[in-house]
C-alpha cells in the first residue's frame, strides 16, 4: 500500500484499537493455534499417503514427520483418522475463539469512533451542519460505518491468522522439500504487485461512490419529506428524474468498485494455478528419479492447498481494506476539522447575569451573502424588545448570533457587557430559553421533551410548565405525557408541537427569553392563553421577539425595524406609528 494509507492505519489503531491491545492479544494466540492445526493436515497426508503406500497387510513401521516417533503399521488405521478429527477440533475451537476475542475488539473500537463523530458533530459548528445535506452525515454513520466496520473485521479476523497460517505452511514446504517451496515463493509475490494496484485504484473509486451515497441519502431524504409539495404541484415525474439520474450514476461507481475488486481473485487464481502446474512437474520428476515419495507430493499439495485460501484472502483483504480507508478519510476529515465558533482556553462561566444583551456594528455574512450589516441595538434587564422587518432582513441570524452559533465577522455581540466570545458556549446558552417557529420535538416521549429544559424538573414543575404553555390537549391523548413525539414532533399538529417547545422554555426558567414568533401555529383560542403566559413568564426577564405578525409586538418596551442587516427605525409601537414611516406601512399592509 501507498505510504499514505499507512499511516491511516496506524493512526486508526492507535486513537482506536490500542485500548484494546489484550483483546487482540490473546485473539492473536488463538489465531497461532489455528495456523499451527491447519498446517498440520499436510503433515497427515504426507504420513497416511506413505503409510498406503509402503505398508504391507499392516506389517512394518510407519514413521511420524516431526517427532521422530515409529508407529506400527497395523495402528495407523485408527491412529491417523483420530489425529485428523483432532486436530480438525482444536482448529474449529481456536478459530471461532480468536473471530469471538477480535470482533468484540473491533467492535468496542468502532463504538468510540461513532460516539467521536457523532460528538464532533453535535458539539462542533453549527453552521457545518446546516451547510451539508443531512443525508451526507447519516451516511457516514451508515455506509462508511459499514465499510470501515466490514474492513476491521476482515483485517482482525484474518490478518494474523492468515500470515500465520501461510507461515507455518511454507514450513512444512521447506521441509518437504526446500527447493519447490523457493519456486512458490518467488510466484506468488508476483501476484500481488498488481492486487496493490488495483487496491490504490479502488481507494479513489470507493471514495467517489461514497460521496454519491451521502448525496443520494440527502435526494431520497428530501423526495420523501417533500412529498405533499410534490403531489400538490405534480411533480413526480421531476422528482423520478431525479432519483434515476442518481441511481444510475450510483451504479457507474460501484460497477467501477466491481470491476477493480473482481479482478483479484482471478489474478490469485492463474498464479496459485501456475504454482500448482510447476509442483505436479517437479515433484514428478524428483518422484520418479527416487529422490521423493508420493507421500512428500501430497504432504506438499495439502500445504499449498491449505495455504491458499488465506493467500486469497490476504489479496482480497487489500481491497476491503482500501474501500475502508476511503470511508475513513471521509470520518477524518469530520473529526479533524477545525471550529470557526471554538471556545477560547480562558473562556469565562457566568453564575448569575443581569441579562442585558447588545449588538455594536456587528457583521455578518452567510458565504458571500451579507446578511447583517453594522446592526446595532440593545436591550436592558427585563426589557421586552420586538425585531420586525421583511424575509432576510437579519432577524433569525440576530437569534443565532446571540446563542453564538455563528461569531461575527465583525463588531460585538455583548451579554451583560462582555463578548459573548469570550463566554463558554455552554455555560452562555444555559442563560437563554429559545422557541423557535418550527418548534423541533424529538422522538422520546412528551414528558421528556418537556423535561429537556430542565432534566431535574419534578412532576408538579412539568405540569406548571403545561399549564403556562396551554397545553391542555396532552390530557386527551391515549397515553399523556407518555405519548411519543415521533420524528421531529409528527405525531402532533403544528400547534401542538409549538406549546410542547414553550413549555420546555417555561421549564428552563432562564433570565433571557427569545421568542422566533413563539405562537404563529396556534389558533385565536390558544394564542390568547400562551400570550399571557408569556407576558408573566417574560416579566423581569429579558425577551427578544421576532415578529411576522406586528398585533405580537404591541406591548413590547422598543421595536426594532430591521432592513438589510441593519435597524432602520427603532422606537415603541405608538412612537413607530406616529412616524408613519416603515414600521407603519408594515402595519397597514398587515391590515390590509
Not at 509442483?279 to 495439502?302: H, P, Q
Request: net charge neutral.
Amino acid at each position: 500500500m501507498a505510504k499514505p494509507d499507512n499511516k491511516l492505519l496506524r493512526r486508526f489503531a492507535s486513537d482506536w484499537m490500542a485500548k484494546h491491545w489484550r483483546l487482540f492479544a490473546l485473539g492473536a494466540l488463538f489465531s497461532a493455534i489455528t495456523a499451527l492445526a491447519v498446517a498440520s493436515y499436510g503433515l497427515m497426508v504426507k504420513t497416511g499417503l506413505d503409510w498406503l503406500s509402503a505398508s504391507e497387510h499392516g506389517q512394518g513401521m510407519v514413521k511420524i514427520p516431526l517427532l521422530n516417533l515409529s508407529v506400527p503399521s497395523g495402528k495407523m488405521i485408527w491412529l491417523l483418522p483420530c489425529a485428523v478429527v483432532g486436530f480438525a477440533m482444536i482448529r474449529s475451537i481456536s478459530l471461532y475463539t480468536q473471530t469471538i476475542l477480535n470482533n468484540s475488539a473491533v467492535q468496542k473500537g468502532l463504538v468510540s469512533v461513532q460516539d467521536a463523530l457523532f460528538s464532533r458533530l453535535i458539539e462542533g459548528d453549527y453552521q457545518r451542519l446546516t451547510a451539508a445535506a443531512s443525508g451526507e452525515f447519516v451516511s457516514q454513520f451508515i455506509n462508511d460505518m459499514n465499510l470501515v466496520r466490514e474492513a476491521s473485521l476482515r483485517v482482525a479476523t484474518n490478518l494474523i491468522k492468515g500470515i500465520l497460517t501461510v507461515l507455518a505452511c511454507v514450513a512444512t514446504m521447506f521441509w518437504y522439500d526446500w527447493a519447490l517451496a523457493l519456486m512458490v515463493l518467488v510466484v506468488y509475490p508476483i501476484a500481488f504487485a498488481p492486487v496493490v494496484q488495483i487496491g490504490n485504484r479502488l481507494r479513489k473509486v470507493s471514495k467517489a461512490a461514497q460521496q454519491q451515497t451521502g448525496e443520494m441519502t440527502a435526494l431520497l431524504n428530501e423526495g420523501f419529506q417533500g412529498g405533499r409539495t410534490s403531489k400538490a404541484f405534480n411533480l413526480e415525474a421531476y422528482q423520478n428524474a431525479r432519483a434515476h439520474a442518481g441511481f444510475l450514476e450510483r451504479a457507474r461507481l460501484y460497477l467501477k468498485v466491481l470491476r477493480s475488486k473482481a479482478l483479484v481473485d482471478p489474478l490469485l487464481e492463474v498464479v496459485g494455478g501456475a504454482a500448482l502446474a510447476g509442483v505436479f512437474a517437479f515433484t514428478g520428476w524428483r518422484i520418479m528419479n527416487g529422490e521423493a515419495t508420493v507421500g512428500d507430493f501430497g504432504g506438499f499439495i495439502a500445504a499449498i492447498g491449505a495455504a491458499s485460501p488465506e493467500v486469497r484472502a490476504l489479496g482480497t483483504l487489500n481491497s476491503v481494506t482500501n474501500e475502508g480507508l476511503a470511508a475513513l478519510d471521509r470520518i477524518y476529515a469530520v473529526l479533524d476539522a477545525p471550529d470557526e465558533v471554538a471556545d477560547k482556553a480562558d473562556a469565562t462561566k457566568l453564575e448569575n447575569i443581569e441579562g442585558r444583551i447588545a449588538f455594536d456594528n456587528v457583521f455578518f455574512s452567510y458565504g458571500d451573502q451579507p446578511v447583517l450589516n453594522g446592526l446595532s441595538f440593545s436591550a436592558e434587564k427585563g426589557q421586552t424588545i420586538a425585531l420586525v422587518g421583511p424575509s432576510g432582513a437579519g432577524k433569525s441570524t440576530v437569534f443565532n448570533m446571540a446563542l453564538r452559533l455563528y461569531d461575527a465577522a465583525n463588531g460585538h455581540v455583548l451579554l451583560d457587557d462582555i463578548d459573548v466570545r469570550h463566554l463558554e458556549r455552554h455555560n452562555l446558552r444555559s442563560h437563554m430559553s429559545l422557541v423557535s417557529q418550527d418548534a423541533f420535538l424529538f422522538d422520546d416521549t412528551l414528558r421528556t421533551n418537556i423535561k429537556l429544559g430542565k432534566m431535574d424538573a419534578s412532576e408538579a414543575e412539568i405540569i406548571v410548565a403545561m399549564e403556562g404553555a396551554a397545553c391542555d390537549f396532552v390530557h386527551d391523548l391515549p397515553d399523556g405525557l407518555d405519548t411519543r413525539a415521533g420524528e421531529g414532533g409528527r405525531n402532533l399538529s403544528g400547534g401542538q408541537r409549538q406549546r410542547i417547545a414553550i413549555a420546555r422554555a417555561i421549564l428552563k426558567d432562564a433570565p433571557i427569553l427569545l421568542l422566533d414568533e413563539a405562537t404563529s401555529a396556534l389558533d385565536a383560542s390558544s394564542e390568547a392563553k400562551v400570550q399571557k403566559a408569556l407576558e408573566t413568564l417574560s416579566h423581569g426577564r429579558t425577551t427578544l421577539i421576532i415578529a411576522h405578525r406586528l398585533s405580537t409586538v404591541r406591548s413590547a418596551d422598543k421595536i426594532f425595524v430591521l432592513d438589510k442587516g441593519r435597524v432602520v427605525e427603532e422606537g415603541d409601537h405608538e412612537t413607530l406609528m406616529q412616524k408613519n414611516a416603515v414600521y407603519a406601512e408594515l402595519v397597514k399592509l398587515q391590515l390590509s
